[in-house]
Every structure is written in structure tokens, then in C-alpha cells.
């Protein structure tokens, strides 16, 4: 997979303008991923701004089972704020550290947490045509943001890690939000992008 070209056609809709982008973007900018990636999302970001109708993140052609999974994560995906599908695609897809995402973005990298967890559970209500579990639980924000730097593998305050353990066996809500974030991000990484077509591949 061209992970640059397959970032561009999620944050479009469509895999010949991602393509457009992405050869920009690497004749602009090098051999470095992380400057490849800020300029392809700020063109991105200029294409969508100037009028262009986001797709359905290039949907497969693909008739099996594997094709209408990528078909409807794309069009849930589609549905997303702009600033949530390109954290999905910048952790899920291409596994960039919160650092890296925030550089690429251009957030705190403190901010990336936060984001990703709304990102995720979004992308799991959009899947299961389901309104977002809002819990009003008061540490709820502590919880998500703990539990994605855990996700994640980023560095987690050990005060956090042991109150995450303990407040997750017994708060319900909490839990259910937990669980909701890592099917979100779990669907996610299962949409693969098509495989290329006989004649494309000759």
C-alpha cells in the first residue's frame, strides 16, 4: 500500500485527485513522511475549501465481503468533521505517534488524545447509526484521554494508569464508552484499501 497516496484518497473521496495530491506532496517535500503528510493534508484541506464535494473515500469495487466493509467505513467516514477523519487516517492507517499527528495536523500534541477518542466513538455511532453515548459522568474526559494515550502506547501518568483501572470497574458508562472507542478503531484499521485492478497492475 502507498501510504500517502491511500491518506490522500480518504481525506477526498477519490483516488485519482489523491493521487494528484500526493505526487505533489512528494515532489515538494522530500523523503520525509511527516512533511509529505502537512502538505498533502493542507492541499487537502484547500481542495475541500475551495468546493470540492468530498466522495466516499474511493470506494471499492470490490463485490465480496471485503468491498462493502471499505464501502461503508468510507461513507461513515465521510460523514466525520473534517479535523477527526485526518486523525483516524494519521493513527489508524499510517500508526504516526500523537507527536507526529499533532506536527501534522497542527495541534498541541496534548491534543491529539482528546481527538482521537471523539474520532473514534463518532466513527462508531456513524457505523452503528447510533447517537454518541453522552454519560455524564464527571471524569469523563480523564477517562478518554487515558485510555487512548494507553491505546496507543504513549507515555500515561502513573497517577492515571492506576485510577483508570480502578474507575473503569465501576462506572458503566465510562466503560461502555471504552469499549466503544476501540470498535471504532478497530473497524477502522480493518478498511484496506482495493487491491489494484489486473490492467492497473500491468
Do not use: K
Request: contains cysteine; proline residues 5%; glycine residues 8%.
Amino acid at each position: 500500500m502507498d501510504e500517502l497516496n491511500e491518506f490522500c484518497a480518504r481525506m477526498l473521496g477519490d483516488r485519482e485527485a489523491g493521487a494528484e495530491v500526493a505526487s505533489a506532496a512528494r515532489d515538494a517535500d522530500g523523503d520525509d513522511l511527516v512533511d509529505q503528510l502537512g502538505f498533502a493534508l493542507r492541499a487537502c484541506r484547500e481542495r475541500l475549501g475551495s468546493g470540492a464535494v468530498l466522495g466516499r473515500a474511493a470506494p471499492s469495487t470490490d463485490g465480496g465481503l471485503s468491498g462493502a466493509v471499505a464501502r461503508e467505513l468510507a461513507a461513515a467516514s465521510a460523514r466525520l468533521p473534517q479535523r477527526q477523519r485526518e486523525a483516524l487516517a494519521l493513527r489508524e492507517l499510517l500508526r504516526l505517534s500523537h507527536e507526529q499527528v499533532g506536527a501534522v495536523i497542527g495541534i498541541e500534541a496534548t491534543a491529539v488524545a482528546p481527538l482521537l477518542a471523539r474520532s473514534r466513538l463518532r466513527l462508531r455511532a456513524e457505523l452503528r447509526s447510533a447517537p454518541l453515548d453522552g454519560h455524564d459522568c464527571p471524569e469523563r474526559e480523564r477517562m478518554l484521554r487515558t485510555a487512548t494515550l494507553r491505546q496507543d502506547r504513549e507515555p500515561v501518568p502513573t497517577a492515571d494508569d492506576d485510577w483508570f483501572i480502578d474507575h473503569l470497574g465501576h462506572c458503566s458508562g465510562c466503560g461502555r464508552a471504552h469499549a466503544a472507542m476501540l470498535e471504532g478503531s478497530v473497524c477502522y484499521r480493518g478498511w484496506h484499501p482495493p487491491a489494484p485492478s489486473a490492467s492497473t497492475a500491468a
